[in-house]
């Protein structure tokens, strides 16, 4: 069992049955995610919900607070399990639609499958008529992969197949991308300047005879070259028979441009 903010996310039981023959006898909820007719049929429901329990994965998303189920999502592999390639397949009672749990969802779906099952990719199909489903799957980050022009039917005219898909290295770089624009554009700045600077280098030059220890670490205050031969505050190490000071280069916002 899962849980996100307002949803707990888990195993059919048998007691879902019922709600499954109810959400399948919703109209808008078969328009969105079959590409067959649409017609009242218990036997088709039952085979429908037949092979949704055979998936990677498949649970029932549960509302918290009222404790009854709102929906499901899950992850098919028509491409077989070595190509780490799984389908995406989501769908809420219309009663819930345009209250944010799509996203929350997804968002929890796209992180268990990358993190959790070590997918490569997640796929899905939208049709074109769908506007809003389009807008949410390009906000949380699925790219446009192609088109089948007039690929499905759907209330009188033929409409487009939208082919989406969503990389693991993408999410990545998208969870990176947001921690550090959470943190603000300093913060930000910071990060990049230590994660440069985070390397230890040593170099030695010859001066007046004197063997020079230079060190470049990472500092996040002042901006101005630090130390002095003078300055008691400075570490020191010994060279043949002298002291010699370690002058410590460090940048901030102003000096590093």
Not at 22 to 34: A, K
Not at 143 to 163: C, S
Not at 202 to 213: G, H, I, M, P, T
Request: charged content about 25%; glycine content about 8%; overall charge positive.
């Amino acid at each position: 069992m899962f849980e996100t903010n307002r949803l707990i996310l888990r195993r059919y039981r048998p007691t879902d049955e019922e709600f499954f023959l109810g959400l399948f006898d919703e109209y808008p909820v078969l328009l969105g995610i079959t590409l067959d007719y649409i017609t009242p049929n218990q036997d088709a429901y039952k085979t429908r919900l037949e092979y949704m329990k055979r998936c990677l994965l498949f649970v029932v998303v549960e509302d918290k607070a009222t404790k009854t189920a709102i929906g499901f999502t899950l992850l098919n592999q028509t491409s077989g399990t070595l190509n780490r390639d799984a389908e995406v397949g989501i769908a809420l009672t219309q009663g819930r639609w345009g209250q944010g749990y799509g996203t929350e969802i997804l968002n929890w779906l796209i992180g268990y499958s990358f993190e959790g099952l070590s997918l490569n990719r997640l796929s899905l199909t939208v049709w074109s008529s769908n506007t809003s489903a389009i807008r949410l799957y390009e906000r949380i980050g699925f790219k446009h992969e192609g088109r089948i022009r007039e690929g499905a039917w759907k209330e009188g005219r033929f409409v487009d197949k939208v082919l989406m898909g969503l990389l693991a290295r993408e999410y990545r770089e998208r969870q990176v991308k947001e921690a550090r624009e959470s943190d603000g554009p300093e913060n930000t700045f910071l990060y990049e300047k230590n994660r440069l600077l985070k390397t230890v280098v040593f170099v030695k030059r010859k001066l007046r005879n004197v063997d020079y220890a230079v060190r470049i670490v990472p500092h996040l205050h002042c901006g101005r070259l630090m130390g002095s031969d003078d300055d008691p505050s400075v570490p020191r190490t010994y060279s043949g028979n002298r002291i010699v000071a370690h002058h410590f280069a460090s940048w901030d916002t102003d000096a590093a441009h």
